[in-house]
């Protein structure tokens, strides 16, 4: 028996509001439930007791060495136990950590580690050469940590291991509560820091709906660690709330499956590219993975066609939530019966005045007319953009801030997104949205990926194009373009549909399945007529 069946879940579940404001949420399950599993990773397997042991040993190295509250950390490192090590013992020492996203270039990773006043760099050994390049440029960094394996080459770059090696494990005194620090993508010019001051807010709607159970649940983590979306949903949430996580580095989709049958996973969170693709394999491979266990899974930061979802949804029942938000705050949230019943839905503006949908002079727009989508500060830890205050400012109008995402909420309250402002083609004064185009597109068996922009036209302004990327054993073909336009003249309007398909072998997409939609615009501008 673990303490936890003595104490009680619902009594531990009281004790972890206090534990997480001093940042050793981890600390109370290493007491209630020790030996149950933490973590899943491919480089180790930690139980509750051990994830707790060498955070405590990881904080007081960090102290030792003058790091402390407030200060500025930087993590470049892959999903891997370290990780997961790291982000713990800052968050109870005070430490306002930035994961860095480990595909940028190495002049890109020196910017973010000099602006977010990083005194101490975790770098994983596999990212050798950028290591060396931050340690050549990076002008304020004081100390560097390898995972994995000391860099060779790398002056002054100490190893992980030995930095936690003879501390003791016992939980440290005076834990005080850190924050992480990320950076926007940076479509438009520089990224920026949204810095969130450190405090425990209560819990979100996903986290209630969640339903955590303590020593019992087991969350597959699915994207890179460095992202928000992955970062809160797939560690900080359910191991806060006694979750094992396990981690997968780099997505598969029969692999997913695998570790969903062998690990009996009940929650994930994953975007709608992931769900094409396990929607993609034969139905021959879903049926040979027992996915029973599965009783939540969550989605967002990228938008879900409808067909999509609804197939989701008619594969494993009722248990695809989904939200909307931001690094910067909170948005909407809506489970499945209510999304079934309103189908492309992001959820309900919780009070009415959590979203707004305003026109371009600032004036709030009646229900059902399309608009940029304002999203209210949140009342605890409101964001700011870190040493930029008229950046701030600029992102507010009174207390909502916006993503620059277009949409409209119906009489209900329930929001409705159509695109973001950014990708939105005029043609021929008309508005047109490619997620529209995009969503009729994905429902035709030779397409894996798709992306719409808008080209060029000399008559009309800009018209539609369509680059997609073929399902294995697809050939591409001046008749299968042809097909793929009628396929979408069938379903929408003619205005909508795109005159030209181009078909390549891979689309620019973020790691959070977001695509990089200025970069595909733009590899299209200097040959477009």
């Known amino acids: 028996m673990n303490a936890l069946d003595s ?33 899943c990773a491919d480089t180790a397997e930690l139980t509750f007791r051990e994830l707790n042991a060498r955070c405590n040993q990881l904080a007081r190295a960090l102290r030792e060495r003058g790091i402390g509250f407030g200060d500025g950390v930087a993590l470049l490192c892959t999903n891997r136990a370290e990780f997961v090590e790291v982000f713990w013992a800052t968050r109870r020492i005070g430490v306002r950590l930035t994961t860095i996203n480990w595909q940028l270039t190495a002049a890109e990773a020196v910017y973010i580690v000099d602006d977010c006043d990083a005194k101490l760099l975790f770098i994983e050994q596999r990212f050798e050469s950028v290591a060396r390049e931050l340690a050549e ?100 949430v359910p191991q806060a709330y006694g979750a094992a996580v396990v981690m997968m580095d780099g997505w598969q989709a029969e692999r997913a499956l695998q570790l969903i049958e062998r690990q009996r996973v009940t929650h994930t969170h994953m975007v709608p590219t992931m769900f094409h693709r396990l929607l993609s394999l034969p139905e021959s491979t879903r049926k040979r993975y ?20 609804q197939a989701m949804l008619d594969w494993l029942g009722p248990i695809v939530h989904e939200y909307y938000a931001a690094t910067e705050g909170t948005g909407t949230y809506v489970d499945p019966l209510s999304w079934l019943s309103r189908p492309g839905t992001v959820g ?29 500060r949140p009342e605890q830890g409101g964001f700011q953009y870190y040493k930029d205050a008229s950046k701030t400012e600029r992102a507010y109008r009174d207390r909502h801030f916006t993503l620059g995402d277009l949409g409209y909420l119906d009489r209900d309250g329930y929001l409705f997104l159509t695109d973001r402002s950014a990708h939105l083609i005029i043609s021929g004064g008309v508005n047109i949205y490619p997620a529209e185009v995009e969503a009729v597109l994905l429902t035709h068996p030779a397409i894996a990926d798709v992306g719409v922009i808008g080209v060029p036209n000399l008559e009309w302004g800009e018209e539609v194009k369509a680059v997609a990327l073929l399902q294995p054993g697809c050939a ?38 977001k695509l990089y939609k200025h970069k595909l615009r733009e590899s299209y501008r200097p040959r477009a007529s």
Not at 298 to 307: I, S, Y
Request: with cysteine; hydrophobic share 40%.
């Open 348 to 376: 309900k503006s919780v009070p009415a005045d959590h979203v707004k949908i305003l026109d371009e002079s600032g004036l709030e727009l009646a229900p059902g007319q399309v608009g940029q989508v304002y999203l209210k």
């Open 137 to 236: 440029r990076a002008q304020k960094l004081r100390l560097r940590v390898a995972i994995g394996a000391p860099a060779p080459g790398i002056a002054g770059c100490e190893d992980y291991e030995s930095l936690l090696r003879g501390q003791p494990e016992a939980d440290i005194e005076a834990p005080r509560l850190g924050t992480h620090m990320l950076y926007t993508s940076g479509t438009t010019g520089r990224p920026k820091g949204v810095y969130r001051p450190p405090v425990a807010a209560p819990p979100t709607a996903t986290a209630v709906a969640a339903d955590y159970r303590a020593g019992e649940s087991v969350h597959l983590l699915t994207g890179p660690l460095y992202h928000a979306a992955p970062l809160s949903f797939s560690l900080a």
């Open 290 to 309: 027992d996915s029973s266990s599965l009783r939540f899974i969550l989605h967002g930061a990228a938008p879900c066609p409808v067909p999509l979802k």
């Open 7 to 39: 104490f009680g879940l619902d009594r531990a579940r009281e004790r972890l509001p206090a534990a997480q404001a001093q940042g050793m949420s981890i600390a109370l399950w290493a007491e209630l439930i020790p030996d149950a599993l933490a973590l």
């Open 476 to 513: 591409k073909s001046a008749e299968l373009a042809a097909e793929l336009i009628e396929h979408c003249r069938a379903r929408l309007a003619h205005y909508k549909c795109p005159r030209t398909v181009d078909f390549v072998d891979e689309l620019p997409r973020h790691d959070n399945g």
